[in-house]
């Protein structure tokens, strides 16, 4: 038996030394493993550019720029090997980028709304997995001077923060993101973290009640709110910015679908990503966490919603969910065999354990261009769960938090929620006005 296990280990390090290319970590795998026909698993953005006079930014103007940063890009130039049933797949270089493939251009029927259908289109779309996992498309007429560019990358490249990091290479000043900031703990503290963690996501159960996907179709609306005051709400009330974002989504959820309220039961329960990224960590992988929160959708006053999304989320600050959580995905899940990790992907990601994802991601702080035109806004776009129905990402960019909403239409209308976390928010900053006022009378 000894003889046979050491000649399977030496079987399968010539194996490994024999076959070409990376192995995909098991982080980013765990997206493959969940993809299906109805939930694509792509992540990027929507970029809106300032109006310009001049020369609009031609897809062969695109096309140079990437060029030029595939060294920083390295899987922009890869695909995925032929798939193993027992193995990881392998990421290998490609002989020929067919550039009309990644990069295209589109026009907008209708102005931003037009955009945001083409984003909704790109996002029901499967990526194919025999080239390399990413597109940009260029959409012009989105008003008089005024392009857009979308940004897609397949989740088995990059997380949403990698996709930003991504992207920020072919945008001007270079700049870097800050990743998780403190000392990194040791291996006694970090070992029982992560059995404390373990320990308490076994406790946090399933989602109730579900909602499931009711189509493969896909709805995608935005928001612009002023980041300053997105922070003065959240300061005014003492809850973190991801808890404000919480809020308004449970709020806009409550007020627009009550009939979606009804059916969970007056509770939603949403998977929060926690970033985990260390400074200086590559970009194309999964560096997150993810914890869940059950959010309120009983109507009750935004102030006390917002203080009882407080007080759930306050255990998912404590490093060791995030730790655990890490652990799974980033070790658990590599010491298991694909079709065993297939299987715990698919088990735990979607409708069995949450209802929906709201994401909170830092950006530049300051205004960048592309190849000198200035960017005048940034949207996330983030992929549906399976038989999760609603999903929403907020990014900071350059003094404004930019909201992406998508959603499948069959349960939750995209524009009608963007449109209600805006109200929302804007209440939001006349109440404690109000109550002063009041209290003063």
Request: charged share 20%; proline share 7%; net charge neutral.
């Amino acid at each position: 038996m000894v003889f046979g296990l050491a000649l399977f280990g030496v079987y399968a390090w010539h194996d490994r030394a024999a076959r070409p290319g990376v192995v995909v970590a098991s982080s980013d795998a765990f997206f493959l493993h969940v993809e299906t026909g109805a939930a694509p698993q792509h992540v990027g953005g929507l970029v809106v550019f300032e109006p310009s006079d001049g020369e609009a930014l031609s897809v062969d103007r695109v096309t140079d720029l990437v060029k030029g940063e595939l060294d920083r890009l390295p899987r922009l130039r890869q695909r995925l090997a032929p798939p193993s049933r027992w193995r990881r797949p392998r990421w290998i270089d490609v002989a020929e980028i067919d550039w009309p493939l990644h990069i295209s251009e589109r026009h907008s029927a209708d102005g931003l709304a037009g955009v945001r259908r083409i984003v909704a289109e790109l996002a029901e779309t499967p990526m194919p997995l025999d080239r390399p996992m990413w597109r940009i498309v260029m959409v012009r007429d989105v008003e008089p001077g005024v392009s857009a560019m979308i940004l897609l990358l397949h989740h088995a490249v990059a997380d949403g923060i990698g996709t930003v990091i991504q992207a920020l290479n072919l945008l001007r000043p270079r700049i870097e993101l800050p990743g998780v900031s403190g000392p990194a703990p040791g291996r006694a503290q970090l070992l029982g973290a992560t059995i404390a963690g373990l320990a308490q996501l076994a406790t946090d159960g399933g989602a109730g009640a579900g909602l499931g996907n009711a189509s493969t179709r896909r709805e995608f609306a935005t928001a612009d709110l002023e980041l300053a005051a997105v922070r003065r709400a959240a300061s005014s009330r003492g809850v973190r910015v991801t808890d404000l974002v919480l809020g308004l989504v449970a709020e806009a959820v409550a007020t627009t679908h009550p009939d979606v309220a009804t059916r969970l039961r007056g509770r939603m329960r949403v998977a929060v990503p926690l970033m985990v990224r260390a400074p200086g960590a590559a970009a194309e992988t999964n560096a997150t966490a993810a914890v869940m929160v059950d959010v309120p959708l009983d109507g009750r006053p935004f102030d006390e919603l917002l203080a009882e999304i407080s007080r759930r989320t306050a255990r998912l600050r404590t490093p060791s969910r995030a730790v655990a959580s890490r652990f799974v995905m980033a070790t658990g899940l590599r010491a298991l065999p694909e079709p065993s990790a297939g299987w715990f992907a698919r088990t735990v990601y979607g409708r069995r354990f949450f209802h929906a994802i709201v994401s909170n991601m830092p950006g530049s702080t300051q205004t960048l261009s592309m190849d000198g035109v200035a960017i005048a806004s940034v949207y996330p776009i983030l992929p549906l769960a399976p038989g999760s129905p609603l999903v929403v990402g907020a990014l900071s960019w350059a003094g404004s938090l930019g909201i992406g909403v998508a959603t499948d239409p069959e349960v939750f209308d995209a524009g009608v929620l963007a449109v209600r976390i805006k109200q929302v928010l804007d209440a939001s900053l006349e109440w404690p006005h109000e109550r002063e006022e009041e209290s003063r009378a």
